[in-house]
């Protein structure tokens, strides 16, 4: 379980890929919804969107000609759905200031 954890955590140790996942939780998103949002080169957000597939948390189905983007249905959300738990722990989106 904690090598399951440490990866999840790795993966997620990064700030475009918790936003890109803040973006997802509140519904299903184009790249070009994303890319709005975040301002990247589309090659950077790519890669950031392969990363968060392989590891589970989203995924991708074809639109037409656009890929729309989501969490993965495995992913378990809490707190009124404002957090993910990754089973060791919550990754929480809610604001704390």
Same mark, same amino acid.
């Given at each position: 379980? =904690?090598?399951?954890? !440490? =990866? ?12 890109? @996942?803040?973006?997802?939780? *509140?519904?299903?998103?184009? %790249?070009? =919804?994303? *890319?709005?949002?975040?301002? @990247?080169? =589309? ?5 950031? @969107?392969?990363?968060? $597939?392989?590891?589970?948390? %989203?995924? !991708?189905? $074809?639109?037409?000609?656009? %890929? @729309? ?5 495995? %992913?378990? $959300? !809490? *707190?009124?759905?404002? !957090? ?7 990754l929480s989106f809610e604001?704390?200031?």
């Amino acid at each position: 379980m =904690q090598s399951f954890c !440490a =990866q999840k955590l790795k993966t997620l140790a990064d700030s475009t890929r918790l936003e890109v @996942l803040e973006l997802l939780m *509140n519904g299903p998103k184009h %790249v070009g =919804q994303i *890319n709005a949002v975040l301002g @990247l080169q =589309q090659s950077l957000l790519s890669h950031h @969107l392969r990363v968060l $597939r392989e590891e589970g948390f %989203v995924t !991708a189905t $074809r639109d037409g000609k656009a %890929v @729309l983007y989501q969490l993965d249905p495995t %992913v378990q $959300r !809490a *707190n009124a759905g404002k !957090a993910i738990d990754l089973g060791c722990c919550l990754l929480s989106f809610e604001s704390h200031r």
